[in-house]
């Protein structure tokens, strides 16, 4: 069998890079491992709650992912978050405080002291940090906005997102847009004031303002729609053996229901988690085996619950909460999952997703299951002021779950590229590269199908 291009790995990364390619006429193999597409977007239906496993939503932060949509017929599917939503909530002193979205709402809220909403006001006038790339988020936060605000705003939203700490993630790697503001434009404020006029001419929205979005059936529908367009150029059930370069093109030997194949091609596009990676070029680059193998993913463990309404005294009248580290809770927060979209849970109930492990707790394996769900139950229940036990309980354990940034990750950002250029016609893509979230995954994928289309172009 022959292909212009073999891309390993089918959840959104790999999918929509395939599609891209397609739709130019380029023929593509897709080799996937499980059964089924989506990566770590895995939805399913039990007694009419619809759980979201992996990411329960995505941000429209760039037009290309309604573009993708469209074109997968996907509209009629896609929802966006309930208004009620975009009030969250961070827990400080046993107490949920809404976070502000205004500068009225700063100034009257409980959820900072007058020492430390007088710290923030000082933003402006702090000047820029000569740490550039090796300077954590922890770290610029601290010196841009304060101690206070960096422990109960900026470490909760950072569990929330990479399941991460702040002291070690890097700034410049995975918030870069946040970076960028003080390198361009000398300040957060002033940034965020002029760079939303830069984004108006781009056709992109911050991740601050940026609409939510899910589909009717869950976020696996979504690279479920994709694979359908594949077709039976997606193959299931593989395991790669082997790939290896023969004169200018590579030969991919895979195994896939016991049946050894082999794929001739121009091009291999990994999609891969890091460490994956690691075992299939590892033996071209050392350092690269090196490099992929020490990212770190935390593991986390989603927590489904489904409750009475009758049972909780909390007002359901946001997104959820975020939980800091210095409360010393036993997950990091939990999302309202039936607030926010609409038919997540059958009449009359509500469902909640709570996260729980992360860089926080790096020593969470499997084995502690069942203490680690009563522990977090506990706490939740009290923090949302519910009686009883939850009527449906559903989890998953992620060992490896979010790939972190962390400080010094510009020298694997760099490393990446040059492998990329001393091996012709090999790729890496995936969320460890470029970012983690959904739209930043479609967003790479555009980038990555023009990579390829260059190459092969130029070959």
């Given amino acids: 069998m022959n292909s212009k291009v073999i891309i390993i790995g089918a959840g959104i990364s790999g999918l929509a890079t395939a599609f891209w390619l397609k739709e130019k006429g380029v023929e593509v193999k897709v080799l996937e491992s499980r059964s089924e597409p989506g990566g770590a977007m895995r939805t399913s239906f039990e007694n009419n709650y619809l759980i979201d496993y992996g990411p329960n939503s995505g941000l429209e932060t760039t037009p290309l992912i309604k573009k993708l949509v469209d074109k997968i017929g996907m509209s009629d599917q896609m929802i966006y978050a309930n208004e009620t939503s975009n009030k969250r909530y961070i827990y400080r002193n046993n107490k949920l405080h809404a976070l502000p979205t205004s500068a009225h709402a700063f100034i009257k809220t409980k959820l900072f002291s007058l020492k430390g909403k007088l710290r923030v006001m000082k933003e402006p006038f702090v000047g820029r940090s000569d740490d550039g790339y090796y300077q954590s988020l922890g770290s610029f936060v601290e010196r841009r906005l304060g101690k206070e605000f960096l422990d109960f705003a900026i470490d909760p939203f950072v569990s929330g997102v990479f399941a991460g700490d702040p002291m070690k993630l890097s700034v410049k790697s995975a918030f870069p847009k946040l970076y960028a503001l003080e390198e361009n434009y000398g300040g957060l404020v002033k940034g965020m004031i002029k760079g939303a006029k830069e984004r108006k001419k781009r056709a992109e929205e911050s991740k601050q303002s940026a609409r939510m979005f899910s589909f009717k059936n ?4 979504f690279p479920n729609a994709i694979a359908q367009m594949i077709g039976d150029d997606l193959i299931y059930n593989t395991e790669i053996k082997q790939i290896k370069r023969v004169a200018n093109k590579f030969s991919v030997t895979f195994a896939t229901n016991g049946i050894e194949k082999n794929l001739e091609t121009d091009t ?6 890091s460490y994956k990676a690691a075992n299939l070029f590892g033996y ?14 935390p593991p986390v463990m989603l927590l489904y619950l489904g409750y009475d309404k009758s049972q909780i005294s909390q007002p359901l009248d946001g997104f959820g909460f975020l939980i800091p580290s210095k409360e010393k809770k036993n997950f990091l927060g939990a999302i309202w999952s039936s607030t926010i979209f609409e038919n997540r849970s059958p ?20 084995s502690e299951n069942k203490q680690t769900i009563e522990n977090a139950i506990r706490d939740f229940s009290e923090i949302m002021g519910i009686t009883g036990e939850p009527e449906f309980l559903k989890y998953k354990f992620w060992q490896n779950a979010i790939p972190q940034y962390n400080v010094g990750y510009v020298e694997y950002e760099n490393y990446f590229e040059k492998f990329e250029n001393e091996n012709p016609g090999i790729f890496l893509g995936g969320n460890y590269r470029g970012g983690i979230s959904v739209g930043d995954c479609v967003k790479n994928s555009e980038i990555n199908s023009d990579k390829i289309l260059k190459y092969l172009n130029r070959s």
Avoid: C, H, W
Avoid at 218 to 221: A, I, T, V
Avoid at 359 to 365: G, V, Y
């Fill in 347 to 366: 009449e009359g109930k509500a469902s909640f997703s709570l996260f729980i492990g992360g860089a926080r707790r790096m020593e969470l394996n499997s």
């Fill in 284 to 297: 071209l680059d050392e350092e690269l085996e090196q490099k992929l193998n020490s990212i770190i993913y």
């Fill in 218 to 221: 869950g976020m696996q529908s």
């Fill in 268 to 273: 291999v596009f990994s999609t891969v988690p």
